[in-house]
């Protein structure tokens, strides 16, 4: 049981999460522009997340602190509510979010240390995650993470929360790999029967599955639909379905977010129909080589767009290879979600296990999406990029194609300034004669 002020501490956070996606989502509500539109079931369900797990911490619900790499449909079939253990980080009012960054510097946490994780750490420390009645922690693709979620178990407020953490083998090529992995989470959901007092019904998880890979099927035609020129949908389009179809509990194998994830491919098909591109008079394609920057999304895209007529076409969560699942029976199911979890989810693919992957993955890219440039933005947290640089390089000299190279943190703007990634990648343009 959690004490009362940590109870009140993280309500406070949680309601001030939800007070600024309300604000959010009234704000595209308003805006006519049917890409907005598109956005707003989305928005809707974030804010619909939110509000149940504030139910469970007022009411003394059972909900689970978990993450989005750790079979989600299992949940949506148990009808568990689940929180992801980073969704603190995450920073609306960046001005706000400046403050907490800078309370985590104070702390006693490596300064290399990913700074999703330092701020899950301090987010911990400061009582703004709710208990939970047991969590399921992560293991792959950091050490970071996995040092995050050692703070929540060593913590007193935590002592009584029961955790789990599915074990992940190394080399997804082993065929006793995927086998293994699926009895890991058979394993989890005997945990999560025996905590939270639910049972898994395999016929309503088959239903969950299937409606997820409808979500998935579709957002494989997406990706595939970006390969036209011009590109039909805007830079880092492919985050928000991947996020509907993996980690926002409101729409993940639910209608919700199929409706949602047919809207925008619906738009995309008319947009290629039309021969339509999201940039005017499109330039230069861009493969971006890591997560994209959460603070700069939104500004980084339009800049790219107005000033050099550049698309970011794919990049790390855009491309997420899904597989579709046979449910035809519980050890495929699992199996099937074995491989999505480890081997299929964006992050966890590239850096978990061996580099061939994510080179793999930047040849196809390349080649089937026309890309003109390859942006390799290193999110300082991710140690593999910094030791796969010369892999990189000389790929893309094979490749023929031009790579900029700098560090950044996708949730600091204090580590690489939006202004200093501008000049960064005017110069790139400039001197590799693009555009």
Not at 8 to 32: C, M, N, V, W
Not at 157 to 178: I, L
């Amino acid at each position: 049981m959690a004490s009362n002020g940590v109870k009140k501490s993280s309500l406070k956070k949680l309601h001030y999460f939800r007070d600024l996606r309300i604000k959010t989502l009234q704000h595209a509500e308003g805006i006519p522009m049917k890409e907005v539109q598109l956005e707003v079931p989305l928005l809707r369900a974030v804010v619909e997340d939110i509000e149940r797990t504030i139910q469970c911490v007022e009411g003394d619900l059972p909900f689970i602190v978990s993450c989005w790499a750790n079979a989600p449909e299992v949940c949506a079939a148990m009808d568990i509510n689940w929180l992801s253990i980073g969704y603190a980080h995450v920073g609306v009012d960046y001005d706000a979010f400046i403050q907490d960054l800078e309370r985590g510097d104070q702390m006693a946490i490596p300064a290399d240390v990913c700074t999703v994780n330092r701020q899950i750490i301090r987010s911990i420390e400061e009582g703004e995650v709710p208990i939970p009645t047991a969590c399921v922690a992560l293991l792959e693709p950091c050490d970071g993470l996995t040092l995050a979620h050692n703070v929540a178990m060593r913590h007193k407020d935590w002592a009584n929360v029961p955790f789990f953490a599915p074990d992940p083998p190394y080399v997804e090529t082993d065929p006793r790999t995927m086998p293994y992995f699926a009895d890991e989470l058979k394993r989890m959901v005997r945990f999560l029967e025996k905590h939270l007092g639910k049972r898994l019904d395999l016929d309503r998880l088959r239903e969950i599955i299937e409606e997820s890979n409808k979500q998935v099927q579709m957002f494989i035609e997406f990706n595939d639909l970006k390969r036209a020129v011009p590109c039909p949908v805007p830079s880092f389009a492919g985050a928000s379905i991947l996020s509907a179809a993996t980690s926002v509990p409101a729409m993940v194998g639910l209608p919700m977010g199929t409706d949602y994830i047919r809207a925008k491919l619906a738009h995309a098909e008319e947009m290629v129909k039309a021969k339509k591109g999201a940039v005017p008079n499109e330039k230069i394609r861009v493969y971006w080589l890591d997560l994209p920057p959460a603070w700069g999304l939104m500004g980084l895209g339009m800049w790219l767009a107005q000033e050099w007529g550049a698309n970011v076409v794919q990049d790390f969560i855009s491309d997420c290879p899904l597989t579709l699942i046979d449910a035809s029976t519980e050890d495929s199911m699992f199996q099937g979600l074995a491989k999505r979890d480890m081997v299929d989810n964006s992050m966890v693919r590239q850096s978990r296990g061996r580099v061939n992957l994510m080179l793999d993955d930047l040849v196809r890219i390349v080649k089937d999406f026309k890309i003109d440039c390859v942006i390799q933005a290193r999110h300082m947290g991710h140690k593999d990029h910094s030791a796969n640089v010369g892999l990189v390089k000389e790929t893309c000299r094979d490749l023929g194609v031009p790579l900029l190279q700098f560090p950044l943190d996708i949730v600091d703007p204090r580590y690489t300034s939006l202004e200093e990634v501008k000049e960064k990648i005017s110069r790139f343009f400039t001197t590799m004669e693009l555009g």
